[in-house]
């Protein structure tokens, strides 16, 4: 799966754990998909998971790992991934943007992509399949990126996997049902009742179209305008989410936690966020039995790499590489005991 900055890829096992402690637990709501990591491990293990992001990059990767059932669809995906890798490339919008205004990509990749891309563009696959397609070639793209796995920047110095061939593989797909939704988590009423709420929201200003916003313009393939050394979309400049604002974010989780039907909601944050961990047991502890977990976490890969100036030069050291994740868990029908929780 992709780079991904708040990506739970070392919490899911523990929050597969948990899930599993939840009595009567069968359908899930991931509100803040990302990656849906969560949601394929929660797929993996019998739940029905329904995958929510309002970023259309999250929505394509929460239809390949989610939703689609890989009955369906592995004998296509498989064939169309070595077609599509015999396919030399084609330089188009994607190389002259993101390997020649920018460097996130070496040209011969690029040239790869752009092929690649049109190539799922003018089959007119079926919507799962296309989302299977794209999540491979976002994936395929992202081995061999130049960044520390954010889009703002990239490398002034090519990293070394920048020089492998871009390669497709088949995602991981999962057997079964599930669904996928592209809506703002605030409309979160309108998405039905669920046993179960995983929310995990941003915890800082760090806005996600703008540091994935190569991705998003692979998928929607509106080869829109950019600006910037770091080409982004022009729609990054009006991107805005409540939950990347200090001011916002109390009232808008609060607004979440609210409107959302389910019995249990589940709440990671990190103890970096915009929120502490008494605002958070505040705003929840009201709504039924509360149990609070802690898991020891490693900060996001900019901090293990250390800081630079513009040079490239080591200047600094950063002042912790790790954190403590927290797992709210409310059960609104007040009957789990705490402890039964533990891990
Ligand atoms: C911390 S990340 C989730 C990471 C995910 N659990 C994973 O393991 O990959 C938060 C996600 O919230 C999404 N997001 C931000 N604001 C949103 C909003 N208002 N409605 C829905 N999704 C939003 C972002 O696109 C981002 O993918």
Redo the contacts with the bound molecule.
């Keep these: 799966m992709i780079k ?6 070392k919490l899911v096992p523990h929050i597969v754990k948990l899930f599993d402690r939840l009595p009567g637990v069968h359908t899930v709501l ?9 949601g394929h491990a929660l797929k993996e293990r019998g739940y029905l998971v329904t995958a ?4 259309r990059y ?1 929505f394509h990767l929460a239809r390949c790992y989610v939703q689609a059932d890989r009955e369906r669809w592995q004998p296509q995906v498989d064939a169309l991934v070595a077609e599509f890798n015999r396919l030399p490339g084609r330089p188009g919008y994607f190389t002259e943007t993101f390997c020649q205004a920018s460097r996130y990509f070496q040209p011969h990749n690029g040239a790869r992509v752009d092929a690649i891309r049109e190539a799922i563009a003018g089959r007119g696959l079926e919507p799962e399949l296309e989302s299977i397609l794209l999540t491979s070639l976002m994936e395929a793209a992202d081995r061999v990126d130049s960044t520390v796995g954010v889009q703002m920047a990239y490398l002034k110095q090519w990293a070394p996997r920048a020089f492998n061939d871009l390669q497709l593989r088949s995602p991981e797909l999962l057997p079964g049902a599930g669904m996928a939704l592209q ?4 409309a979160c009423a309108d998405l039905g009742r669920f046993d179960a709420v995983y929310i ?4 800082n200003q760090h806005k ?2 703008n540091n994935y916003h190569v991705w998003e313009s692979l998928v929607c393939w509106d080869k829109p305008e950019v600006y910037g050394v770091a080409c982004k979309r022009v729609d990054c400049r009006d991107y805005e ?4 604002s200090k001011r916002q974010i109390g009232e ?1 989780l609060a607004k979440v936690l609210s409107a959302v039907d389910a019995r249990y909601l589940v709440v ?1 944050f990190s103890n970096e966020g915009y929120l502490h961990e008494e605002d958070l047991r505040s705003m929840l502890a009201h709504r039924g039995s509360l149990s609070v977990l802690s898991v020891d976490h490693p900060r996001y890969v900019g901090a293990q790499i250390g800081i630079y100036n513009p040079s490239g030069v080591k200047t600094g050291t950063v002042s912790h590489l790790r954190n403590r994740e927290l797992l709210f868990v409310l059960d609104r029908e007040r009957t789990v005991d705490q402890l039964s929780l533990r891990f």
């Design positions: 991904y900055i708040g990506s739970k890829r991931d509100l803040f998909s990302g990656t849906s990591r969560v929510n992001d309002h970023n999250a809506h703002d988590a605030l995990d929201p941003p915890y996600y179209r989410s409540p939950f990347n808008a990671s």
